[in-house]
């Protein structure tokens, strides 16, 4: 993918093509999308922390640059309000370095899309924020590679433009489903419940690309979202992502249906 500064505040297919009418990237550089893996030597330890403005994630579940912190919701429940609620509020604190937000959506349907792009737009939020929109009806196999596109630009403005950046990639689900359907089709021999027995190493190869190196001013900061088929926590997808993420924030059904908003359980499940 062909990256520059330019890509702030710019719409993009799920495979880095610009779908916003403002004509192409003036690429500065080419990035391989599969990215380099962080040498654990060089990575600093995370202390500074990115504002939310939602009070249970910046009081309980703290987002720290550098982290990479999941949402796990369920169908029908408010992770998209939420998402871009966080797009709108998110902010270094009273710190004046860059900050920037890459946004990569998956398998979303036409409406979905627009509702963040047109969130976005009229909150004043766009023009530091990278979007990439994979849509329902888009070819399978672009929604393995929109995340790999989306953590690519981020790597390039953290690491090589000196910025913060936060990175929220919804829905992994789509990208696992769509995972299994082309592992399917090649022949391989499912795992746990059909999914391919590399998903573990495909989302932590995802996932461990977030972080901060030492002697680079950026960071990389991620917030997958995924929802829990039957919202059964111990589903592969899940399940996976809680031994590779720092923790996580649970959307909880109960709490929605009493129209508590965000309805995030900060009890511990018995």
């Known amino acids: 993918i062909g990256l520059s500064e330019e890509i702030l505040g710019r719409t993009f297919d799920g ?3 610009p779908i ?3 004509g192409p990237i003036d690429a500065e550089v080419k990035r391989n999308v599969n990215g380099l893996p962080l040498n654990p030597v060089t990575r600093k330890y995370p202390r500074n922390y990115i504002h939310t403005g939602i009070s249970a994630i910046d009081g309980l579940t703290t987002l720290i640059r550098g982290q990479k912190l999941p949402i796990f919701s369920g169908n029908g429940l408010p992770h998209d309000q939420l998402a871009a609620q966080i797009v709108q509020q ?6 004046d370095e860059k900050f920037a937000i890459v946004f990569a959506a998956m398998g979303v349907k036409y409406d979905v899309a627009e509702f963040f ?3 976005f737009e009229e909150s004043g939020v766009s023009d530091h924020v990278v979007m990439f929109l994979n849509l329902a009806n888009d070819p399978v196999v672009e929604r393995l590679i929109t995340p790999k596109v989306a953590l690519t630009a981020a790597e390039y403005l953290a690491f090589e433009k000196g910025m913060h950046i936060l990175v929220i990639l919804t829905d992994i689900t789509s990208f696992c ?3 299994r359907e082309v592992s399917s089709s090649r022949g391989e021999i499912p795992s746990r419940k059909g999914y391919p027995g590399y998903l573990y190493s495909e989302l932590a190869t995802l996932y461990e690309r977030a972080g901060i190196v030492q002697g680079v001013e950026g960071s990389v900061t991620q917030i997958p979202i995924l929802t829990m088929p039957n919202d059964d926590i111990t589903h592969p997808i899940p399940d996976l992502t809680g031994y590779i993420t720092e923790g996580q924030i649970v959307l909880d059904r109960q709490l929605h249906g009493q129209s508590i908003y965000p309805p995030i359980s900060v009890l511990p499940s018995l």
């Open 15 to 17: 495979i880095g093509k």
């Open 20 to 22: 916003d009418r403002m």
């Open 90 to 95: 998110a902010s270094l604190g009273d710190s």
């Open 117 to 119: 792009r047109r969130t």
């Open 177 to 179: 489903e769509a995972m």
